[in-house]
C-alpha cells in the first residue's frame, strides 16, 4: 500500500513543473503580442502636423529652412562641427598648439566650401559629398578632446573668453562706428578744392560755356535708343570722372557710350566744367541737376514729405533717437539724399530711353560693357549680381521679419542682389509701375519698422520677382572693406569699392587704389594746384 501511495504522488509532483511551464510559455507568447501591438501603432502612429504654439512662436523670430529641421541633415551636422571647431581653434591657439589649430582652421574652411557650393547651386548637400568631410571633421574633433580639456574647464574657459571678447567688442565698435562713419563721411581739401576750382572755371571762362552750348549733336545723342546709355547720381566730381574714364577706356566703341550724370546744385557747374574740358574718347556726356525736375517734390516723392516732419529731421539730423541705442550709421542723413534715391525715379529722369544701365560712382570699369545691352531679362525690370553664394546675404538679412507686412510677402532665404552696377528695362519698368510700389513700401516704413538702412532695403522689396540673376563676373564688390580673391578681380568687368573704404580717401585700401587711381591723370594743372596725389 504504501508503494500504490508514493506510486501515486509521483505523477503528480510531475505534472506540477509542465503546468508551470506551460503557463509561462504562454505568457511569453501574450508579452511577444502585445510588445508586436504596440511597435505597430508607434510605426503607424501620423507624424505631428503641428508644432506646439509655443515653438510656432519661437521659429517665428528664426530664419530655419525644413533642411536644418530635419533630423538627419548633413547641412545641420557640418554647421554644428565647423561652430565647435572653431571654439577648439581658439583653445588650441591659447595652448600654442599652433599645428593643431592649422589643421583645424584647414578643415572648417573645406566644410565652408562644402556649403558654399551647396548654396551656389540652391540644392541641399547630399550624404555622399559630404561623407569625408564630416569623418574628418568628427577625427579632429576626437583628437581635440583627447588633447585638451573636459567639458567643465571648457565652458568655464569660454564664459571668461566671451565676457573679455564682448567688453572689448562693445568699446571697438563704439569707437569703430564713429570715427569709421566720420572718416567716410569727410569731404577730402584735395576734392573740396577742385570743386571750388571748378566753379570758378565756370564761371570765369565764358569759352567753356560756349563750347558746351555748340554741342548741338549731343541731345540727339542723349535720346538716341539705340547708343549704350549709362547713368551715375552723385556729387563726387572725380569718382565720376573714373567711372567715365575707365568705361570709355574699356569699351570698343566708346563713340557709342552716353553718360547720363546728375548731380545737385551745389556741384553742378563744377561738374559741368569738369565734363566740358575734358575728353573722354569721344564719350556723350550730358549733365543735370536734380532741383530742375519738377516732378521731383513732396506731393509725389515719400522721402521729401517725410524730411518735412520734425520726427526724422530730429532721427537723422540731430541724432536724438527714442531709446538712444540706434547705432550712428543708422542715423546717417545721406539715406534720404536724393541722389541715392534718384535710383527709383530713372523711367521719370529718362523718359525717351528704353533700357540703361546704372552705375555707382564708387565703381571702376575694367571689361567693355556693351553686351549688357544685349542681355535678355526675361520680362524682369532689373539685372543683377545676387550676392547670397559666398556670404549668404539673404532678404533675413536686411528685412525686419517679425513684421508682418515683411513676413506675409517674402522670402526669407531669397537671394539678395547688388545696386552699383544694374541693367533696367525701362519699358518694362513703366509697364508694371515699379516706382510705385517703392512708394508704397518707402510710405509704410515712415517709423523704420521695415529697414532701418540705405537703399538696398527698399530695393529688395520693389524688385522681389522682378530681377533677373546676371552673370558674377560682371559685379565684383568688397574693394572698400574686404580682401578679394584676385581671379574674381582678373575676371570682373565692374569692380565696386561698397563700404567705407572709398579709394579717394585715406582709409581706403592700399592694395586696391591703384585700380582706381590708374583712371585719374594726375598731371591735369586743376588736381595738381588742388594737390591730389
Known amino acids: 500500500m504504501r508503494r500504490r501511495a508514493t506510486d501515486f504522488r509521483r505523477p503528480v509532483r510531475r505534472r506540477v513543473p509542465d503546468a508551470l511551464w506551460w503557463a509561462l510559455c504562454f505568457a511569453v507568447v501574450l508579452l511577444f503580442i502585445y510588445i508586436l501591438t504596440k511597435g505597430t501603432q508607434i510605426e503607424s502612429r501620423p507624424p505631428l502636423s503641428k508644432r506646439t504654439y509655443k515653438n510656432d512662436r519661437i521659429l517665428e523670430g528664426l530664419n530655419i529652412t525644413d533642411e536644418l529641421l530635419s533630423s538627419d541633415s548633413v547641412t545641420r551636422q557640418l554647421n554644428d562641427q565647423i561652430s565647435l571647431a572653431k ?47 564630416i569623418r574628418d571633421m568628427a577625427l579632429l574633433l576626437y583628437q581635440a578632446q583627447q588633447l585638451h580639456y573636459d567639458s567643465a574647464t571648457m565652458i568655464m574657459r569660454f564664459k571668461a573668453k566671451i565676457q573679455a571678447l564682448e567688453e572689448q567688442m562693445n568699446s571697438v565698435s563704439e569707437k569703430s562706428s564713429k570715427y569709421g562713419q566720420i572718416a567716410a563721411e569727410e569731404v577730402p581739401k584735395s576734392l573740396y578744392c577742385l570743386g571750388v576750382q571748378l566753379t570758378t572755371e565756370w564761371f570765369r571762362d565764358l569759352n567753356l560755356q560756349k563750347k558746351l552750348k555748340d554741342k548741338r549733336h549731343t541731345e540727339m545723342k542723349i535720346k538716341d535708343r539705340n547708343r549704350y546709355h549709362f ?25 557709342m557710350i552716353v553718360f547720363h550724370l546728375v548731380t545737385d546744385e551745389i ?48 532721427y537723422y539730423f540731430s541724432g536724438n533717437s527714442g531709446d538712444g541705442k540706434t547705432p550712428i550709421k543708422f542715423r546717417n542723413p545721406k539715406y534720404l539724399s536724393m541722389l541715392n534715391h534718384l535710383r527709383f525715379y530713372i523711367p521719370e529722369v529718362f523718359p525717351a530711353l528704353k533700357k540703361i544701365v546704372f552705375l555707382d560712382d564708387d565703381v571702376v570699369v575694367q571689361k567693355d560693357l556693351s553686351d549688357l545691352f544685349s542681355i535678355d531679362l526675361n520680362g524682369n525690370v532689373n539685372g543683377a549680381v545676387e550676392t547670397c553664394m559666398e556670404t549668404f546675404h539673404r532678404y533675413h538679412k536686411y528685412l525686419n521679419y517679425s513684421h508682418p507686412l515683411i513676413k506675409a510677402h517674402f522670402d526669407p532665404d531669397a537671394c539678395g542682389w547688388a545696386y552699383g552696377m544694374n541693367v533696367f528695362d525701362l519699358v518694362e519698368w513703366r509697364k508694371k509701375n515699379v516706382t510705385g510700389i517703392y512708394h508704397y513700401w518707402q510710405e509704410n516704413n515712415v517709423d523704420r519698422t521695415l529697414w532701418k538702412l540705405g537703399t538696398l532695403p527698399p530695393g529688395l522689396l520693389t524688385f522681389y520677382g522682378l530681377t533677373e540673376p546676371l552673370d558674377p563676373s560682371w559685379h565684383v564688390l568688397g574693394f572698400g572693406y574686404t580682401n578679394v580673391d584676385p581671379q574674381l578681380i582678373e575676371r570682373g568687368a565692374v569692380l565696386h569699392f561698397n563700404g567705407n573704404s572709398k579709394p579717394w580717401l585715406k582709409i581706403g585700401i592700399e592694395k586696391y587704389k591703384p585700380l582706381w587711381e590708374k583712371h585719374i591723370d594726375y598731371s591735369h594743372p586743376l588736381l595738381q594746384r588742388c594737390n591730389f596725389h
Open 87 to 133: 571654439a577648439f581653434v581658439v583653445i588650441a591657439k591659447e595652448s600654442n598648439n599652433l599645428q593643431f589649430a592649422w589643421e583645424l582652421s584647414a578643415q572648417i574652411r573645406n566644410s565652408q566650401i562644402l556649403l558654399s557650393n551647396a548654396a551656389t547651386r540652391r540644392s541641399p548637400l547630399t550624404t555622399r559629398e559630404s561623407e569625408s568631410a
Open 231 to 255: 547713368c551715375v547720381f552723385s556729387d563726387n566730381i572725380i569718382a565720376t570722372s573714373v567711372v567715365v574714364n575707365s568705361t570709355a577706356r574699356n569699351s570698343k566703341n566708346p563713340n
Open 267 to 314: 556741384n553742378y557747374a563744377a561738374m559741368k566744367a569738369w565734363f566740358t574740358m575734358n575728353d573722354f574718347r569721344g564719350v556723350t556726356v550730358e549733365v543735370q541737376k536734380y532741383e530742375d525736375f519738377s516732378w521731383l517734390n513732396a506731393s509725389y516723392v515719400p522721402v521729401l514729405k517725410q524730411l518735412q516732419d520734425s520726427e526724422i529731421q530730429s
